[in-house]
């Protein structure tokens, strides 16, 4: 017994070891997004107060288009999709209550308040995310971050802020057209499957949500986006080992968004629940 003992000893220290530099390299992983996140806004409002530092209108329009209008068709598909099931999966339950006029209810605040917003995330991290991280990773192993350098520009200024603006307020903007298509395909689905007339399908809609919940879920697309952007750039700038390094990078990227995602919609529920948000 004791020999087994012993022999384990350096098997629980080397455990111990590893999920020590685990811990350590998530926790400087998590410090390098906050200080790229603190660059960014330093040089956005250097920006905005001195003419003479522009960050690049056509870089961010680029962006824009490739991250945003590509995604559109994908997420209305799926937010479309989800209208549906929402529909057809709290239909059966409320009929056995009589209450199956309240799904358009039920619908409206999922939507609105989660199921938009995450929605457009979620799908937004695997069609825009590992595409910048791939993208400002190539870059690296290019070495074309050292020629910005050698020529006295600043990568996070050219790079990485016109990203982080473009993700932010396409998300925010893909998010409003899922809620939109989400809304339409559970309002086609509840007259024409359920049989609840259109003006009571509206009536329930309109009486159930407000501006408060269009709006936070509107805060929680444009905080989804940064993330994604945030994330994607700092892992495209720490990219080594060629091209490898690059396919890791795309990889780390959708993991670690999805769950800074799901982390951040759980802290905002919590937040809104607690002051009355709901």
Not at 144 to 167: C, D, G, Q, S
Not at 168 to 186: C, E, F, H, K, Y
């Amino acid at each position: 017994m004791a020999d087994a003992a012993q022999r384990r000893i350096p098997q629980f220290s080397a455990f111990l070891g590893a999920t020590g530099a685990r811990i350590r390299r998530t926790l400087a992983h998590i410090g390098n997004i906050w200080f790229l996140l603190l660059t960014s806004t330093h040089w956005l409002w250097r920006a905005l107060t001195n003419k003479r530092i522009r960050l690049g209108r056509s870089a961010i329009v680029t962006q824009m288009v490739r991250v945003g209008v590509g995604s559109i068709v994908i997420v209305g598909l799926v937010a479309g999709a989800v209208g549906f099931i929402l529909g057809l999966q709290m239909a059966p339950p409320l009929d056995d209550l009589g209450q199956v006029r309240l799904v358009p209810n039920i619908i409206a605040v999922a939507v609105l308040r989660e199921l938009g917003p995450l929605i457009s995330a979620i799908v937004l991290t695997g069609f825009a995310g590992a595409a910048i991280a791939a993208e400002i990773g190539t870059m690296v192993v290019g070495e074309e971050i050292e020629a910005l350098e050698a020529h006295a520009l600043n990568p996070v200024r050219f790079l990485v802020v016109p990203r982080l603006i473009a993700t932010t307020i396409s998300l925010t903007l893909i998010a409003i057209i899922a809620n939109v298509v989400a809304l339409a395909a559970g309002t086609v689905m509840g007259v024409t499957v359920l049989d609840i007339p259109l003006s009571v399908y509206l009536e329930n809609t309109i009486d159930q949500v407000g501006l408060r919940d269009f709006l936070t879920g509107i805060f929680k697309a444009a905080v989804f986006g940064l993330l994604i952007g945030l994330i994607a750039c700092e892992n495209g700038l720490k990219v080594t080992g060629g091209a490898a390094g690059v396919g890791r990078a795309t990889t780390s990227t959708v993991v670690e968004s999805i769950m800074a995602i799901i982390v951040a919609d759980l802290v905002f529920t919590a937040v809104f629940y607690t002051i009355g948000w709901t």
